[in-house]
């Protein structure tokens, strides 16, 4: 069943090309539609079950993806207008999942760390990280205003 997504939010399957040496992906060319513009790349790592939620950016984009373990990303819409405001958005990403999920600006969005080892999250960024003047907006992973419970599902 597929996922309606936040209004903005764009997900790019990515390709495995495995061979007798290991194997290769590519994340992010400058000649397809998901890319932007470019700002940085960095890399995020979580434990199993930690939690790093919540954030937003007024005027960067992100490029998300999984290059080693497992994790739960989760995307919320508090855009006031949106078509798709209160809306929640769910993927798990990892090498068994390989994708690349483009999150708009004023999209609240975090991760967790689901398998069972250190999660590796790359970001790709459409602005540099300015540590005067930081485009990054906080709430607590557990805020209530956002209708998203981080626990596990179990059944």
């Known amino acids: 069943?597929?996922?309606?997504?936040?209004q903005g939010v764009e997900v790019k399957d990515l390709k495995i090309v495995p061979d007798e040496r290991g194997m290769l992906s590519e994340?992010?060319?400058?000649?397809?539609k998901v890319f932007k513009k470019f700002g940085q790349v960095y890399f995020t790592t979580a434990y199993p079950g930690v939690v790093k939620a919540w954030h937003f950016h007024k005027i960067q984009?992100?490029?998300?993806?999984c290059i080693h373990g497992e994790v739960k990303l989760a995307l919320y819409d508090g855009r006031k207008g949106?078509?798709?405001l209160g809306q929640v958005n769910e993927f798990f990403l990892g090498i068994r999942n390989p994708k690349?999920?483009?999150i708009p600006p004023l999209i609240h969005h975090g991760f967790k760390g689901i398998g069972s080892e250190e999660?590796?999250?790359i970001n790709i960024p459409t602005e540099p990280y300015n540590p005067k003047n930081p485009?990054?907006?906080?709430i607590p992973w557990n805020d209530p205003s956002i209708?998203?419970?981080?626990?596990?599902?179990n059944g």
Not at 61 to 65: A, L, R, V
């Open 100 to 102: 690349l999920i483009v």
């Open 135 to 138: 485009d990054e907006y906080r």
């Open 82 to 84: 949106s078509p798709t």
């Open 27 to 32: 994340i992010l060319r400058s000649d397809e």
């Open 1 to 6: 069943m597929a996922m309606n997504l936040i």
């Open 61 to 65: 984009s992100d490029h998300f993806t």
């Open 119 to 121: 999660c590796i999250m």
């Open 147 to 153: 209708p998203y419970d981080w626990e596990r599902k």
